[in-house]
């Protein structure tokens, strides 16, 4: 009869493990660790332009991992962003890609990451996109996260 029981334990266990490992590792312990950039960071451009913009969608000034990371992706003149050419940088000596690690969660409206892992810090990251008229848009911005 014992026996019987350890099944559902072990079904329930599988699945916590389970709901964790969903989470997306977006900044590793390794990468936070890196030095800080050298010299100025390039700062969004002002004035009237018709390339793309990224809205950055966070719940407040300093947030807890796991995270909900969103932004919103706006086009112009009748153009469409072009999914494939955003990138993502976190901006450290030296830059790192996490391209690769959003990826699965980009859609031409934007970025939508349910579950953003990442230790406490703070993070300077840039975002790139195009549309499909060619025209690049850009922003930086600064995720705190605290312990």
Known sequence: MKL???GPIILALGLV????????QLITDEEAKLPPPKGAIAAERRGILRGPKVDVILPGDGVHSPLHLQ???EAFGGAKIDPDSVKMTFLRTP???LTSRIKPFIQAAGIDIPDTELPPGEYTIRVDIKDSDGRIGTTSFVLKVSP
């Not at 493990?17 to 997306?24: K, L």
């Open 71 to 73: 932004m919103k992706f």
């Open 95 to 97: 830059n790192v890609d």
């Open 4 to 6: 019987n029981r350890i």
């Open 17 to 24: 493990i389970a709901g964790r490992a969903g989470a997306t």
